[in-house]
């Protein structure tokens, strides 16, 4: 009797401490696309994982033995589901699981060395991470290039859901969905084409639509309409010592031709007539 009542103690007590294990909030917190702004600010550790991920899994562990030491530390520590999250695993490029990045202001670096808690914790309190050199700007998170990433990891993920459910819930065979998707391709082109026609005709017009074009409708500064002025009479002036010049010449020319005219004698009649 005293052996079962000792039992049901026991019991209890591992229920109660399940309980109580259950109910405890992990320290680790867990990122999404739409959250990935708060690693610009304050210092981070995170972790990006994939569930299938044997690696991962056995890293888990230590992460959140590293994690309770965070508020210490001053640091947060948080983790991604790539598989969950295609937007910020494009976004920090992640092409091996598990990746850890540290966050300090903006600033991110990857963290390579041993995964251990210990390590970690010698990592954020030796300030080991000020030897490694920060991802160039052309590469961080928040840049054009690493935004236009995640837009396409985040597409695939959204194609791949669509395939999923035509296939699965409507029914569709596999063949068929990628049908679909090639005429939603085709399409989805033509129509960016003609906007990028559209776009370079109104910007760059062809020549047969392009307006005419008047060198003088410009509003010109002051020095060049003065100085175009000036020119502008010195021609009119040449043209007219031109003209004068080529009127005294006329002139000239008339003067004397006018005594050089050979003047025809008359022909007597009777002396000719004696000749003969």
């Known amino acids: ?88 695993s494009g976004r920090f490029i992640i092409t091996a699981l598990p990746t850890i990045y540290h966050c300090k202001d903006g600033e991110f670096r990857r963290y390579q060395g041993a995964r251990t808690k210990t390590d970690f914790i010698n990592f954020i309190s030796d300030q080991e991470w ?65 906007i990028m026609v559209f776009l370079a005709d109104c910007i760059c017009p062809s020549k047969r639509h392009r307006p005419p074009q008047y060198p003088h409708s410009r509003k010109l500064a002051p020095e060049s309409a003065q100085l175009l002025k000036k020119l502008d009479e010195e021609q009119e002036a040449d043209e007219e010592d031109i003209s004068d010049d080529e009127t005294e010449g006329k002139e000239v020319s008339n003067r004397n031709s006018s005594p050089n005219t050979v003047r025809q004698r008359p022909v007597n009649p009777a002396a000719t007539m004696d000749k003969s």
């Open 1 to 88: 009797m005293a052996a079962a009542g000792r039992l049901c103690a026991l019991l209890c007590l591992a229920l109660v401490a399940g309980a109580a294990a259950l109910g405890k909030r992990s320290p680790v917190k867990v990122l999404s696309d739409g959250m990935w702004r708060e690693l610009l600010q304050g210092e981070w550790m995170v972790e990006f994982y994939a569930p299938w991920c044997p690696a991962c899994q056995n890293l888990q562990p230590e992460w959140e033995k590293f994690a309770e030491w965070g508020e210490d530390l001053e640091v947060n520590i948080a983790k991604v589901d790539v598989t969950e999250q295609p937007g910020l």
């Open 130 to 194: 000020k030897s490694i050199e920060p991802v160039s700007s052309w590469f961080g998170p928040s840049s054009f290039l690493m935004s236009s990433m995640s837009a396409l990891f985040q597409l695939s993920m959204w194609i791949r859901h669509c395939h999923g459910y035509l296939t699965e819930n409507v029914g569709i065979p596999a063949w068929g969905s990628y049908a679909v998707f090639a005429l939603a391709t085709l399409f989805s082109g033509l129509i960016l084409g003609l």
